[in-house]
């Protein structure tokens, strides 16, 4: 499997804008957990997974919807949400627990307003 997309830019290619971002993403430590729900992930539009030596990076424009039932499938065995949650290092946006199957990932705290 090839995966050639990566979020990162050189310095020289960065833009600063003043605009509020609506991106979402995770970091997770290399694990094979984290290489099925990046495998998961990678199939979804508008999602880029990015792999370091060490880390898989995950990032999304406006949401991400994680499925414990795909991962879980994928994976060969059950992937909670609590599992899910100790897989990622780090997330950016605003995570939300939907129900027992989906964790979504909010780029835009608007749209995650309902949830609270």
Not at 58 to 82: H, V, Y
Not at 94 to 110: A, E
């Amino acid at each position: 499997m090839s995966h050639t997309d990566n979020i990162f830019k050189s310095m020289k290619d960065v833009r600063f804008e003043d605009t509020v971002s609506v991106q979402c993403g995770v970091t997770m430590n290399d694990s094979v957990e984290a290489r099925v729900i990046a495998e998961v992930m990678s199939e979804k539009p508008g999602v880029t997974v990015t792999y370091m030596p060490a880390m898989i990076r995950i990032d999304g424009e406006g949401r991400m919807e994680f499925k414990m039932d795909e991962i879980s499938e994928r994976l060969g065995r059950e992937m909670t949400p609590p599992t899910f949650e100790i897989s990622t290092s780090t997330h950016y946006g605003r995570m939300v627990m939907v129900d027992d199957n989906t964790v979504v990932l909010f780029g835009d705290m608007n749209d995650m307003m309902e949830y609270i």
